[in-house]
């Protein structure tokens, strides 16, 4: 079991930066794939960025490539997601989720634990 607490997220003016920490517990945290999700009211719940257990390979999504970054600390069993040059679009809950037994995926049922997500309001 593992359990997925996300913090950091809040409201900022457009074209500002948020960055989000998941802290994890629980089964080993180095030996899972870690992604964020975000979910916008209305909207289904879509992938943003995914690292592997190593930190060693990274994915985004288009909409957030050049202005977000994920990366993890598995000392402290965190994985971050740094957020620039906010957009209006770029609101929505945030979710952090872990994968085991997978290098990196962008598929959301191959999220096994997911965090309670954060809230993230850009405003114009």
């Known amino acids: 079991q593992v359990q997925l607490v996300e913090s950091g997220g809040g409201l900022v003016q457009a074209g500002g930066s948020l960055r989000l920490s998941c802290a994890a517990s629980?089964?080993?945290?180095?030996?899972?794939?870690m992604g964020w999700f975000r979910q916008a009211p209305g909207k289904e719940r879509e992938f943003v960025a995914t690292i592997t257990w190593s930190g060693g390979s990274t994915y985004y999504a288009d909409s957030v490539k050049g202005r977000f970054t994920i990366s993890r600390d598995n000392a402290k069993n965190t994985v971050y997601l740094q957020m620039n040059n906010l957009k209006q679009e770029d609101t929505a809950v945030y979710y952090c989720a872990a994968a085991f037994g997978v290098r990196l995926t962008l598929k959301r049922s191959e999220y096994d634990y997911w965090g309670q997500g954060t809230q993230v309001t850009v405003s114009s």
């Open positions: 629980g089964r080993t945290f180095s030996r899972y794939a």
